[in-house]
């Protein structure tokens, strides 16, 4: 299969009227299957597969000629080919599509739930919506078996403030054997409230999935309704949203890097970066009203223009972290006991990475050079000049020290964008469907890939929209990393990923 | 009547400890939190944190066994008595004949034994996971101590505390290689049984990455009060212990008189502020290392100690 393109695959399907800006085809089960297997054979990669009440989408993307496309399989009977049968970043999506929509994976190799722990009032909310049948069999782990072996239950509930999820390790005194996940105890029903919403509603909401993402989320949104309703939107609010969105990528990394080293026990670098983002989050509050940056970005533009001030306020910023963030590299690089503790630690191998697409700093501290600024881009990063950091190690060290050069990457491009900020309106009004339309965005958050698909009825209300969070294939992988380490440097692994819990369990 | 004054000063001596154990705490706390630019709590805290876990009920596992509402008292009363042996700001005093080395190191290892035990009594994996690291930094830590404890021994002719800290003051002890191995194998030691950074974190909230936190995970109340007291006093101890044998200057003898104990409380206070000091920074500048590397870390401190004794049986002068 892997001689064909994905177009050529894509291609063989019927197209459907309205979705932009990549095609949408339905297909068949046997093309159904063909797509599977392309995606089993390294060629594509699986961007997102979700359902709704009767078809389930699969959305890829051909990294050599830089194709994306969505394929639809209509599923009258509640079922369809399972495609992490052949191809294991999928399994994790259909058991979700099985818990919300109902939708049954056939010949799936895990069909255990995933997102439904028998706590929802109802049973598939994005399909038939029965009630529950309440309280679901005890959830059977992965067996292991061996001598001397012993399970160590970790969460959800943490000793920390932080997002809750289970992690059952079954380790031989210290050494990991295995490490599965349990993930869904943040399920908020983000898409069923998402369904019949008006874009307003529906921006915030999507702007609320995983609020560190806040930005990227709102942007890809915004962008799958423009592409939907072929909105054309004004330049200047273009260059406003990769500001926002690099301030994001900015505080983000920064609070991560301090936050990987606190995981050593190495406080000073947390102490120290976390002023730098306290820094960052001020300057944004400053010039966007909001520290987070939320609903800065609306389908259209952007809310507000600059204040008058704020090129200075941004140029400030910039060179007191070109001052500041220096010697804290300096300080983590001169650093042998937090060296020690980072290098070789975590490792994924490189082949998962481009099996799972995972994306962000974990792929790329592991070769895969995917950034969606790139392909397939939006403007106005296609006009401004960037370098892709990529690694080979990756390690822990790996991931920190590409977060270090994307911070450096972000502050050249938010200088760059302050210099070359055209003006002119922030906001176009947004043309009115006038019949039911479809959109897919995919865009570069600090955490990795955003993808939203979405589709509009006529009157500008949401009918379905799946935002899928770069994590869903980063997870899976952290239960790669630890292997061959120690329990006790399962937090820095964990860390260092940062994989969100929100916009997974959604 | 001179009897009763230097029963007296032993009392106060044993009140000293436990009063001051929270605040050496507090103290680190607040180094600490200043290196790292924050403004950090009152030195004050512990406190405020113990009068508020005494005042907390005291919520008990199911598969809770006696031994583990026990063993916060033992594990108290062990750690008070071994730090109230040292001798502080006077030495000679009238229970000085017990302050020996040996004793205090047995007085420590009873006290992880209950620790070590009442984690496993849960049944938790958290409380085991501790326990089971906390035997292994003990199977190292104890007998770099008592390695230590030799070479001073060889020195001093004796293991009484008291006599120790009489000869280090004498001019024929003066420098001397095997006594500078023998400081450093009980500081490394001291940071191993404190649980202090890089063996362990006592500020972490990481349930996987804990050693003597993971032990006391299910513990609440007062016992938890008394286990958080234990800890302080532990540190107290030790760096009471490395102020008496390696700094015994400014230390009153018994019945010297009030001025001489004032003079000897004030060399104790900025002793222990020192040494606190020297704690927060040296942990400041350390990342953790990791759990299999304590064993080279402690295994340097026991031949260190190794070393030492060694030395002295080479040359009388070294």
């Known amino acids: 299969m892997n001689a064909s393109s994905l177009r050529t695959v894509l291609e063989g399907g019927r197209p459907v009227a309205g979705h932009r800006p990549w095609p949408r085809v339905i297909v068949t089960p046997e093309l159904w299957i063909a797509l599977s297997e392309g995606l089993a054979g390294g060629a594509w990669t699986l961007l997102g597969l979700w359902g709704e009440s009767g078809m389930a989408h699969l959305a890829a993307h051909e990294p050599s000629t830089g194709t994306l496309g969505v394929a639809s399989l209509p599923c009258p009977d509640g079922w369809f080919p399972s495609v992490g049968r052949l191809h294991p970043p999928a399994q994790r999506l259909e058991r979700a599509i099985a818990d919300l929509v109902g939708l049954q994976p056939v010949d799936a190799p895990d069909s255990r739930p995933w997102l439904d722990h028998g706590r929802w009032p109802v049973s598939h909310p994005l399909g038939l919506a029965t009630p529950s049948i309440g309280a679901l069999p005890p959830y059977p782990f992965l067996p292991v078996e061996g001598e001397s072996l012993h399970q160590i239950p970790v969460g959800p509930v943490h000793a920390g403030i932080i997002e809750p999820g289970h992690f059952r390790f079954t380790a031989n005194g210290e050494a990991v054997v295995r490490l599965e996940e349990r993930l869904g105890y943040v399920h908020k029903g983000i898409e069923s409230l998402l369904t019949g919403a008006a874009l307003e509603r529906a921006a915030r909401l999507v702007g609320r999935v995983s609020g560190d993402s806040t930005v990227a989320y709102a942007l890809a949104f915004a962008r799958a309704v423009e592409a939907a309703t072929e909105t054309i939107v004004p330049d200047h609010a273009h260059w406003l949203r990769a500001l926002l969105a690099e301030l994001e990528r900015l505080a983000n990394h920064l609070g991560d890097i301090g936050a990987i080293c606190n995981d050593a026990a190495f406080a000073l670098m947390l102490a120290h970066c976390a002023v730098l983002r306290e820094r960052v989050l001020r300057a944004s509050a400053a010039c966007f009203g909001h520290r987070l940056l939320m609903d800065c970005i609306v389908p259209g533009g952007v809310a507000a223009d600059l204040p008058a001030d704020s090129a200075k306020v941004l140029r400030a910023l910039v060179a007191e972290l070109r001052r500041r963030f220096p010697p804290l590299v300096e300080l983590y690089d001169n650093t042998a006991s937090l060296q020690d503790r980072t290098v070789g630690t975590g490792f994924v191998r490189p082949a998962l990475i481009r099996q799972f697409g995972c994306g962000g700093t974990i792929g790329r501290a592991g070769g895969r050079a995917f950034d969606a600024r790139r392909q397939p881009g939006y403007p106005p990063y296609d006009q401004l000049e960037f370098a892709t950091p990529v690694l080979d190690e990756s390690d822990v060290n790996a991931r920190i020290w590409l977060r270090i050069h994307e911070v450096e990457q972000s502050l050249t491009l938010i200088e760059r964008i302050l210099e070359r900020l055209p003006s002119g309106p922030v906001r176009g009004a947004l043309n009115r469907p006038g019949q039911p339309c479809e959109g897919v965005a995919l865009v570069e958050g600090f955490r990795g890939d955003v993808l939203v698909w979405l589709r509009l009825a006529a009157d500008g209300t949401v009918v379905r929209c799946h935002p899928r969070d770069p994590s869903w294939f980063q997870w899976p992988l952290l239960e790669a990393a630890i292997e061959n380490n120690i329990v006790a440097d399962f937090p820095l692994c964990n860390k260092s990923f940062n994989c969100s819990y929100s916009g997974h369990d959604l | ?318």
């Not at chain 2, 032993?10 to 939190?33: E, I, N």
């Not at chain 2, 004050?44 to 916060?72: G, H, I, M, T």
């Not at chain 2, 030691?189 to 032990?215: K, Q, S």
């Not at chain 2, 070393?307 to 002068?317: D, E, K, T, W």
Request: aromatic share 10%.
């Open chain 2, 1 to 318: 009547m001179a009897l009763i004054a230097d029963y007296l000063v032993q009392g106060c001596q044993m009140l000293l400890m436990l009063l001051l154990a929270p605040l050496l705490t507090g103290w680190v706390r607040v180094f600490k939190a200043r290196l790292l630019r924050r403004r950090g709590p009152s030195p004050l805290q512990p406190y405020r944190d113990l009068f508020k876990l005494l005042r907390k009920e005291v919520v008990l596992a199911d598969s809770a066994s006696w031994l583990f509402r026990v063993a916060p008292y033992l594990i108290f009363a062990a750690l008070w008595v071994a730090a109230a042996l040292v001798p502080t700001f006077a030495g000679g005093l009238p229970f000085s004949w017990t302050a020996d080395l040996i004793a205090i190191v047995a007085l420590l290892g009873t006290a992880r034994f209950f620790l070590a035990l009442a984690g496993l009594d849960v049944g938790t994996s958290f409380g085991g996971i501790g326990s089971s690291r906390e035997m292994m930094i003990a199977s190292l830590a104890e007998p770099a101590m008592l390695m230590m404890v030799f070479t001073l021994s060889l020195l001093a002719g004796t293991t009484e505390l008291s006599s120790v800290a009489r000869f280090m003051l004498t001019a024929e002890v003066g420098l001397r290689v095997s006594l500078g191995l023998a400081l450093l194998a009980l500081v490394m030691v001291a940071i191993a049984e404190n649980a202090r950074i890089p063996v362990d974190n006592p500020a972490t909230h990481l349930e996987l990455t804990m050693v003597h936190e993971a032990m006391v995970l299910e513990y609440s109340g007062r016992h938890l009060a008394l286990i958080e007291l234990g800890a302080s006093l532990k540190l107290l101890l030790y760096i009471s212990l490395l102020g008496c044998i390696f700094a015994p200057w400014g230390m009153a003898v018994v019945g010297e008189g009030l001025t001489a104990y004032l003079i000897g409380v004030g060399a104790y206070l900025a002793k222990l502020a020192f040494g606190g000091f020297l704690l927060a920074l040296f942990e400041t500048s350390i990342a953790k290392m990791r759990v299999f590397r304590v064993d080279q870390f402690l295994g340097a401190a026991l031949m260190l100690g190794l070393l030492g004794a060694l030395l002295l049986f080479v040359s009388r002068s070294l």
